[in-house]
């Protein structure tokens, strides 16, 4: 079955740098678009970033746009979201989510995992 | 960016009976390809969310068909045909049509 397994969170000071991992199984991971959504404590849901199957195209949410990377290790059936210049408003659960196939939807959705940036 | 407003924000429902959630986009979600892409998920307390609905009216795999999705355009509704205790949690809509994805605020789903 289907299965996102993320990791990588902790508690971090403002500024600094966080790597979110994303393991993967079940599924033909290098045919798949790959999603990163966040969740504030308490908040609604905010989608983060795509990247297309063959990494040659990656979106952004404006709120990470210059700050945040996706990437992927197709090899390592991993997804990644390099996180640099951490603000108190990234702190959220970070959910690995896969794309529903030509029909623009997120069917798969892993645990999460926390992030909070604070002093 | 397409603003998303769900309305109610708060639904308390009696088991057996209908529940419905209202979706407004600020913007027509018709993709250039010709397709409305208009999603709901539902997030019960401590999970992650899961996919029910995809281009507004298919339901996902292993989604009971008393949930069913409709509208156009702008405008979209999810209904739940009789609620059951399982069916609690927020519910989200999610527009497709142009990056970036963005959600409604949510609508919470509890028993009266």
Redesign the interface.
């Known amino acids: 079955q289907v299965q996102l397994v993320e990791s990588g969170g902790g508690v971090v000071q403002p500024g600094t740098s966080l790597r979110l991992s994303c393991a993967v199984s079940g599924f033909t991971f290098s045919d798949s678009v790959m999603h990163w959504v966040r969740q504030a404590p308490g908040r609604g849901l905010e989608w983060v970033a795509r990247i297309s199957h063959d990494a040659t195209s990656k979106l952004y949410a404006g709120s990470v746009e210059g700050r945040f990377t996706i990437s992927r290790d197709d090899s390592l059936y991993s997804l990644y979201l390099q996180m640099n210049s951490l603000r108190p408003e990234d702190t959220a659960v970070y959910y690995c989510a896969r794309d529903l196939r030509d029909n623009w939807a997120i069917d798969y959705w892993g645990r999460g995992t926390l992030v909070t940036v604070s002093t | 960016?397409i603003v998303m407003t769900q309305t109610p924000l708060s639904s308390p429902v009696t088991l057996g009976q209908p529940a419905s959630i209202s979706c407004r986009s600020s913007q027509s979600l018709v993709?250039n390809d010709g397709?409305t892409?208009l999603?709901w998920?539902q997030q019960r307390p401590g999970?992650?969310?899961?996919?029910l609905i995809?281009?507004i009216s298919?339901r996902?795999s292993g989604v009971p068909d008393r949930f069913s999705g409709s509208g156009a355009g702008t405008d979209f509704t999810l209904k739940i045909s009789r609620v059951e205790a399982e069916d609690v949690g927020v519910y989200?809509c999610?527009q497709?049509?142009q990056?970036?994805?963005?959600?409604?605020?949510?609508t919470k789903v509890e028993i009266k």
């Open positions: 960016d993709h397709n892409y999603s998920l999970q992650p969310p899961r996919l995809y281009k298919n996902f989200y999610m497709a049509a990056f970036p994805w963005t959600f409604g605020q949510g």
